[in-house]
């Protein structure tokens, strides 16, 4: 097509590279700003026990409404976030809102713990020992409301300062999560020196499950995991079949499409009552 334009094409691939360069300055302005215009929401994605038929906790999931951009996704603002800092103020907010959301519920008796995505940058630059117990202290909430989850990412930063945050977190109460666990280059080794509670097994394990390589792989983790006595929690769940598979792998704490898409509060509140659209 590129050829039949001859001439044509140069202005074609110019003002194609140029929309997006612009869309990117005009996003990185306005996310500066996306707080304070209230353009962020959060949506809460539910993680299930199959054994138990249960909801056991909600993942908060930041979102971004453009004005004119419409919905941003956060795999596109949270790395612009990092690479302005404003990950600071856009983590400091969601902490914020998740804390209102978990007191909220608490209060309604219910007893689901929210996690939060933490960024290794918010980490490494944040006293976050002392901004839990301040959150803590000011919604009067038990820490077993709140989770964090951290990509495995931490391999590239500093480690030492990493682990005692993390080390930190734990000793408030609150449990800690290894996100995405499976894309990084030195997965295994992690389990054995960062302080976890739970992995979450990437969605990339589940794609394909067919596949009886990758079916052993999960198995594998599983167990080992079971002996750590770590948590794992499979994301990205999206048919009857995987869930089988995994099933009989021993895979039993479960995130993904085919039980919930991520949902606003009442949403979350309504499968709570009625405790359908889950597939169990
Ligand atoms: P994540 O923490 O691994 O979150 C899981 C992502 O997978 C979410 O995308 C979720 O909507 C999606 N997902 C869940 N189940 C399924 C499924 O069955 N199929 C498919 N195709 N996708 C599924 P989302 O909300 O777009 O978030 C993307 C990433 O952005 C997150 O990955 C997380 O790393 C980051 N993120 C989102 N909110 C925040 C935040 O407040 N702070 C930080 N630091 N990162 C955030
Ligand atoms: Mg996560
Ligand atoms: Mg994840
Ligand atoms: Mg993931």
Request: glycine letters at 6%; aromatic letters at 10%.
């Amino acid at each position: 097509k590129a050829k039949e334009s001859g001439k044509n094409q140069y202005a074609f691939y110019t003002d194609e590279m140029g929309e997006e360069r612009i869309r990117r300055i005009i996003l990185e302005h306005d996310l500066r700003r996306a707080i304070e215009n209230e353009q962020l929401f959060i949506l809460y994605q539910p993680k299930f026990n199959i054994k138990t038929s249960s909801i056991v906790g909600v993942e908060a999931l930041t979102r971004w409404q453009h004005p004119t951009y419409g919905y941003v996704s956060p795999m596109e603002f949270i790395t612009m976030a990092e690479e302005t800092n404003y990950i600071m103020e856009l983590t400091e907010w969601t902490l914020e809102k998740a804390f209102v959301q978990a007191t909220e519920w608490s209060r309604m008796g219910i007893s689901l713990p929210i996690a939060i995505n933490l960024s290794i940058k918010f980490i490494e630059n944040k006293n976050v020992k002392g901004i839990f117990e301040d959150m803590l202290s000011k919604y009067k909430l038990d820490p077993s409301y709140l989770e964090v989850e951290i990509t495995e990412t931490v391999m590239y930063s500093n480690m030492e300062q990493i682990i005692q945050q993390m080390n930190q977190l734990r000793q408030l109460g609150i449990r800690v999560s290894m996100d995405d666990f499976g894309t990084g280059y030195s997965s295994i080794s992690l389990l054995n020196t960062l302080p976890l509670d739970t992995i979450k097994l990437d969605k990339t394990f589940i794609d394909n499950i067919d596949d009886k390589n990758k079916q052993v792989i999960i198995g594998g983790i599983l167990s080992m995991a079971e002996q750590l006595n770590l948590s794992v929690v499979t994301e990205g769940i999206e048919t009857k079949d995987e869930e089988e598979i995994l099933t009989c792998l021993g895979g039993y704490l479960v995130q993904g499409y085919y039980y919930s898409k991520p949902k606003n509060a009442a949403g979350v509140l309504k499968m709570i009552r009625e405790q359908k659209g889950v597939h169990l």
